[in-house]
């Protein structure tokens, strides 16, 4: 495994002309989608329902050219990263500078046992999960269930906590003016758009494609690393190669989710390699077969969803323990 960085650094690195393409097309394409949705509000709801999803599958397209920013992988430009990245996180509700931190922190700790924290899916292990008193694991079981983690959670999540700048450290001063700079943009931004089409209309477009784009980068964020073979260990053990390789997932989706999912789901590669920007990851999966990785389908992916806890034991995702 200590050959693969050499192999995998030749795909790293922006370019102008296909990040451009990309960032431009998709950028159109949302904005169409939003306009299209906004007008057939003039026929029907549910044709705006309809459209809210292409809309909200171009949102999450669009997180992850902010994504690939925060990565320093979309540009070749350290600055074209941070403008762009900060612009996207307006329209994505994700403040740039504090999103990136925590992102960071999550690809330097996955699947470290110590180290999991509120920058990742909550997990307990089984016998942390059996020594909880009753209320506790009530709230786990609430929180675990595919209701609240991908359609409550989501939602909260983007449109409230990410809203309030004291959830970050104190010391944490940049990336608190991250959060308030993305308010007062997106207040102005929301303002505009109030004021030129109305608060019904605005809400009616605006609230499906928030909650299905919230909902859907919750489900990629799970997959990836959430499945039954996936890879925790304690620090003294923990190998950051094993991580990347067997921590997370190959969501081998049709080729057409790939394209609105920015090939997200080749995450094994995304981890071994951050500065591998998206639109390069199939290439180097296509040339690097041999690449190892737990790879998912569709159907694997929401087999998952009824996983909840580390088994230690058995170095395995469980379900719940019968009562």
Known sequence: ????????????????????????????????????AYRSLEVSYWLTLALALPAAGLLVRLF?????????????????????????????????????????????TSGKLERRGFYDIVTFTVREYVA????????????????????????????VLYRIPFLAPRAWTAERRSILGTDVALAAVVGVLVATIGVRPF???????????????????????????????????????????AGSSYYALPAWLQWFTGHIGLHHIHHLNTRIPN???????????????????????????RLKLWDEDRMKLVTFPKA
């Open 279 to 305: 639109y390069r990851l199939q290439a180097c999966l296509d040339e690097h077969p041999e690449l190892p990785a737990a790879r998912l389908t569709l159907r694997d992916g929401f087999r998952c969803a």
């Open 132 to 159: 909880l008193p009753g209320w506790r694991r009530v709230a786990y079981r609430v929180y675990r269930n595919p209701v609240f983690l991908f359609a409550v959670a989501p939602a909260v999540l983007y449109v």
């Open 203 to 245: 809400l009616l477009v605006q609230a499906p494609v928030t909650v299905i784009a919230s909902a859907a980068g919750m489900w990629l964020f799970y997959v990836q690393h959430q499945f039954e073979d996936t890879y925790w260990e304690r620090a003294g053990h923990w190998d950051f190669t094993r991580a990347s390789l």
């Open 64 to 108: 992850i050219i902010q994504h690939d920013c925060g990565h320093g992988s979309f540009f070749p430009s350290p600055r074209w990263n941070e403008a762009v990245g900060r612009v996207l996180g307006v329209v994505t509700l994700t403040p740039y500078r504090y999103w990136r931190r925590f992102h960071a922190m999550h690809h330097a």
């Open 1 to 36: 495994m200590s050959g693969l960085q050499p192999i995998l650094a030749r795909y790293q690195g922006g370019d102008w002309r296909v990040s451009a393409r990309q960032l431009a097309t998709t950028g159109a394409l949302f904005v169409l989608a939003w306009y299209l």
